[in-house]
């Protein structure tokens, strides 16, 4: 892919030029003004409305002062809202505009990184061990958005640190940046705690992510587990946590879409919830376009189980509240895929949304439900 470059002019009227950075494939804005620590919040928020990209000149604190302070603008309710949202689902399509929109203009702060991932501003952070994790050995300069190098700071703080998971008895998995963390423990716990078909040595985890999935089947006793995953940030952060719990020589990560060759006893996959078009890298985690992975598992699912295996799908039941799916349709492609539910179980949200009452999607969040679909052939 080519590289995008940014060109401005510098406070001696220099051109300069460096490469555009973007996980989310924000384009680059078409007019750079370099700005500093004199611009005010309401100028800020004029110039970000009108589209320009502003790249940053002064104090690096006050920089990251200067977003909250278009945050504040952005959030502010407008004078004449719109009626409330008729259904669950035109409350999600409208939070999906709105949250488009703030990402939109918050993005158009800019910082310029050099090439070993330093910033040359006035109390700039270190953030080069974080910039190196998230985008590797640069050969030159790069500008980013401010906010995006606020989520890679805040990853590489997790990954640091860790997230403690119940179903490991309390080991951690490190989650790499743009590798979804398993901060909602219930689904583990579903999976920690389903009856293993008898005799059962080994599994797939398909769409393994940060391969905690894998980490829990491993700990449950399964001698071979084979983790796959299509995303190098993911086949890297399950490969890292695997040996950091000592658990390397039980599973193999290995790059697939959907399954390896071959059957298995059991088959467990976590496909993204949600049937609609993400907005950055880590939010395919969430969002499955046209539920292309969750049809893609069901439908190739018979071919890879062994005649009495179990093929364990981890499902949350959002999108039937929102209006996404229809009632019904989960089980009417469960049974076209040439499969039957040998059993279910269902847990509860445990997340503090599922009790926000401010949240415009409150009324589906609390009538959600996690499942764990045990399936086997027909």
Same mark, same amino acid.
């Given at each position: 892919?080519?590289?995008?470059?940014?060109?401005?002019?510098?406070?001696?009227?220099?051109?300069?030029?460096?490469?555009?950075?973007?996980?989310?494939?924000? %384009?680059?804005?078409?007019?750079?003004?370099?700005?500093?620590?004199?611009?005010?919040?309401?100028?800020?928020?004029?110039?970000?409305?009108?589209?320009?990209?502003?790249?940053?000149?002064?104090?690096?604190?006050?920089?990251?002062?200067?977003?909250?302070?278009?945050?504040?603008?952005? !959030?502010?309710?407008?004078?004449?809202?719109?009626?409330?949202?008729?259904?669950?689902?035109?409350?999600?399509?409208?939070?999906?505009?709105?949250?488009?929109?703030?990402?939109?203009?918050?993005?158009?702060?800019?910082?310029?990184?050099?090439? !070993?991932?330093?910033?040359?501003?006035?109390?700039?952070?270190?953030?080069?061990?974080?910039?190196?994790?998230?985008?590797?050995?640069?050969?030159?300069?790069?500008?980013?958005?401010?906010?995006?190098?606020?989520?890679?700071?805040?990853?590489?703080?997790?990954?640091?640190?860790?997230?403690?998971?119940?179903?490991?008895?309390?080991?951690?998995?490190?989650?790499?940046?743009?590798?979804?963390? %398993?901060?909602?423990?219930?689904?583990?716990?579903?999976?920690?705690?389903?009856?293993?078909?008898?005799?059962?040595?080994?599994?797939?985890?398909?769409?393994?992510?940060?391969?905690?999935?894998?980490?829990?089947?491993?700990?449950?006793?399964?001698?071979?587990?084979?983790?796959?995953?299509?995303?190098?940030?993911?086949?890297?952060?399950?490969?890292?946590?695997?040996?950091?719990?000592?658990?390397?020589?039980?599973?193999?990560?290995?790059?697939? !879409?959907?399954?390896?060759?071959?059957?298995? %006893?059991?088959?467990?996959?976590?496909? %993204?919830?949600?049937?609609?078009?993400?907005?950055?890298?880590?939010?395919?985690?969430?969002?499955?376009?046209?539920?292309?992975?969750?049809?893609?598992?069901?439908?190739?699912?018979?071919?890879?189980?062994?005649?009495?295996?179990?093929?364990?799908?981890?499902?949350? !039941?959002?999108?039937?509240?929102?209006?996404?799916?229809?009632?019904?349709?989960?089980?009417?492609?469960?049974?076209?895929?040439?499969?039957?539910?040998?059993?279910?179980?269902?847990?509860?949200?445990?997340?503090?949304?599922?009790?926000?009452?401010?949240?415009?999607?409150?009324?589906?969040?609390?009538?959600?439900?996690?499942?764990?679909?045990?399936?086997?052939?027909?």
């Amino acid at each position: 892919m080519t590289a995008v470059t940014v060109n401005w002019l510098d406070r001696q009227g220099q051109p300069q030029q460096a490469r555009w950075q973007s996980e989310n494939g924000t %384009p680059a804005p078409g007019q750079l003004q370099c700005v500093d620590d004199q611009l005010s919040a309401s100028e800020a928020f004029r110039l970000v409305s009108s589209g320009v990209g502003l790249l940053w000149q002064g104090d690096y604190h006050n920089a990251r002062q200067l977003l909250q302070a278009l945050s504040r603008r952005v !959030d502010k309710p407008p004078r004449n809202p719109p009626p409330p949202a008729k259904t669950p689902g035109e409350a999600f399509q409208r939070q999906r505009q709105q949250l488009a929109r703030r990402a939109g203009l918050l993005s158009l702060l800019l910082i310029q990184i050099e090439a !070993d991932h330093r910033i040359a501003l006035r109390r700039a952070q270190d953030v080069q061990q974080a910039c190196l994790e998230a985008y590797g050995e640069q050969s030159g300069p790069y500008v980013l958005s401010l906010r995006e190098l606020l989520g890679v700071i805040g990853a590489h703080e997790w990954r640091k640190k860790g997230v403690s998971v119940p179903a490991l008895a309390g080991d951690a998995i490190h989650p790499h940046y743009g590798v979804f963390s %398993p901060v909602r423990g219930e689904y583990v716990d579903l999976v920690a705690q389903a009856p293993l078909p008898a005799g059962v040595e080994q599994a797939f985890d398909i769409g393994t992510g940060s391969g905690v999935l894998a980490a829990v089947l491993a700990r449950r006793g399964i001698r071979q587990v084979i983790a796959t995953d299509q995303d190098p940030r993911a086949l890297a952060c399950a490969t890292d946590n695997l040996q950091r719990l000592g658990l390397a020589a039980q599973v193999t990560v290995m790059q697939a !879409d959907l399954f390896p060759p071959g059957q298995a %006893p059991l088959v467990v996959c976590n496909p %993204p919830w949600l049937p609609t078009q993400p907005s950055s890298a880590i939010e395919y985690a969430v969002y499955d376009p046209d539920s292309r992975m969750l049809r893609g598992f069901l439908n190739e699912l018979a071919a890879h189980l062994t005649p009495q295996g179990e093929g364990w799908l981890i499902m949350s !039941d959002l999108a039937e509240h929102l209006g996404l799916r229809q009632a019904g349709q989960l089980q009417g492609w469960i049974a076209d895929a040439g499969l039957k539910v040998l059993g279910r179980l269902d847990t509860r949200p445990r997340h503090g949304k599922a009790r926000d009452t401010s949240d415009p999607l409150h009324q589906a969040r609390a009538a959600e439900v996690t499942s764990l679909w045990r399936l086997g052939r027909a």
